[in-house]
């Protein structure tokens, strides 16, 4: 099994930063693509930003140019730099992952989510 945490949420007014981090753990063979999602209430799980562990990275039209995704492959850590946020970035961040796990079990994760506000 594969655990991701999250970190970095909270409140933080419009044009601010805020910086997501989300570390896997576990019995972890490898990590494969890693990626941040966001949802809002009644509202389906939307892609923000992904990246594969060879480092291409892909970006929702909504994060390009704001929003900066980055990962640590030695601490299987992914990051989520977000700034000149404003309050339609107000939502539900949960991180997923794509691990091989011991013995050599592929699967999906995701975290708990972490809530970003914006206030205007």
């Known amino acids: 099994q594969v655990q991701l945490v999250e970190s970095g949420g909270g409140l933080v007014q419009a044009g601010g930063s805020l910086r997501l981090s989300c570390a896997a753990s576990g019995s972890i063979f490898r990590i494969g693509d890693m990626a941040w999602y966001r949802q809002g209430p009644g509202k389906q799980r939307e892609l923000v930003a992904s990246i594969t562990s060879g480092g291409r990275i892909n970006y929702a039209d909504s994060a390009k140019g704001r929003f900066t995704i980055s990962r640590d492959n030695a601490r299987n850590t992914v990051y989520l730099q977000m700034s000149s946020l404003k309050p339609d970035d107000t939502d539900v961040y949960y991180c997923?992952?794509?691990?091989?796990?011991?013995?050599?079990?592929?699967?999906?994760?995701w975290g708990q989510g972490t809530q970003v506000t914006v206030s205007s």
């Open positions: 997923y992952a794509e691990a091989t796990t011991l013995p050599t079990l592929y699967g999906a994760y």
